[in-house]
């Protein structure tokens, strides 16, 4: 890795998130000291302790290259995904949430009130007999507080602001993000908003299961089910796997395990609605009754 006349400056941030996508970065092992000495982490909540208002009084565009995970959930989430678009040079989508939605994203299946309920009054955990919810502001001794607004809907970056990039996975392996940091160093870019760092086949290219071109006949949860075919597709076997229309990239890091993909890396470069894709593909092995 040739470094740069002078030290990149980059940021992490995170949104709407589990923080998966912070680990990730440091899955790429020893390599993280060769980018270290090409680029300094100047802005990022969880190692470093640089405020929103530190990042406010950078000029735009100091920073280099922004790797932005979590999708956007609340105000929040929306001025820093725009206060980083202002200060970034490359503003990249980071992981699924960033990317896609995400786990988040299933918020979409219910109302804000909805969600409200359920988590601040019916959980089994809940201790709340006074029946109290967050309120955006409020005084206390004298002080006003204020509490980010959470918003009926949860979007992806790229719904907010432009996305100069996008690195998939749930997280993203360590693979991915090491391909994407050399494509980002030596300027090996794909067109804008494309992705980094994974490849352009499907997962089932790196699946380590064989096909035997058996048909479905029923599926199975995989909590209820241990594939009796240690060599054999999963969803052959009747497990629904996402791998014949997502990316590769992973590793098949799920399929190692023996679990079926669930679609992280998002769709393949032709195929235009993943969910779409794969349903075909399932389509064509059930086995008819009709």
């Known amino acids: 890795m040739e470094a740069p006349k002078q030290k990149l400056k980059l940021a992490f941030y995170w949104a709407a998130s589990c923080g998966g996508c912070e680990i990730s970065l ?3 092992g020893a390599k993280i000291l060769n980018v270290v ?8 909540p969880c190692l470093v302790d640089t405020k929103y208002k530190d990042v406010e009084a950078m000029p735009d565009g100091f920073l280099d290259v922004t790797f932005f995970n979590g999708a956007i959930r609340s105000s929040e989430n929306e ?4 206060l980083l678009r202002q200060k970034s040079k490359v503003l990249i989508a980071y ?3 960033a990317k896609d939605g995400g786990i988040p994203s299933l918020a979409n299946l219910f109302t804000l009130e909805e969600i409200k309920h359920r988590a601040y009054h019916e959980t089994q955990s ?5 029946g109290v919810e967050p309120m955006p502001e409020c005084s206390v001794n004298g002080y006003d507080l204020h509490l980010p607004t959470l918003y009926n809907t949860v979007w992806k970056l790229s719904d907010v602001v432009k996305v100069d990039f996008v690195i998939p996975g749930c997280a993203p392996a360590a693979d991915t993000v090491w391909n994407a940091i050399e494509q980002l160093l030596t ?5 804008p908003g494309g992705v980094l760092g994974a490849g352009r086949k499907a997962v089932c290219e790196e699946c380590p299961y064989e096909k035997k071109e058996t048909r479905i006949t029923g599926f199975k949860r995989p909590h209820t089910f241990i594939p009796p075919d240690k060599e054999q597709c999963l969803l052959e076997q009747g497990l629904v796997c996402m791998g014949p229309a997502t990316r590769s990239g992973c590793g098949a890091q799920c399929l190692q395990c023996g679990m079926p993909c669930r679609g992280c890396y998002g769709r393949l470069p ?5 969910g779409a ?3 075909a593909a399932i389509g064509s092995m059930i086995q008819s009754v009709d």
């Open 270 to 274: 032709e195929v235009q609605d993943q």
């Open 126 to 130: 809940t201790v709340n007999p006074d």
């Open 187 to 191: 300027g090996n870019l794909p067109e």
């Open 95 to 97: 992981g699924s949430c």
């Open 277 to 279: 894709k794969v349903i």
């Open 26 to 28: 440091l899955e790429i």
């Open 37 to 44: 000495e090409v680029a300094d982490l100047v802005f990022c």
């Open 79 to 82: 001025h820093i995904a725009h």
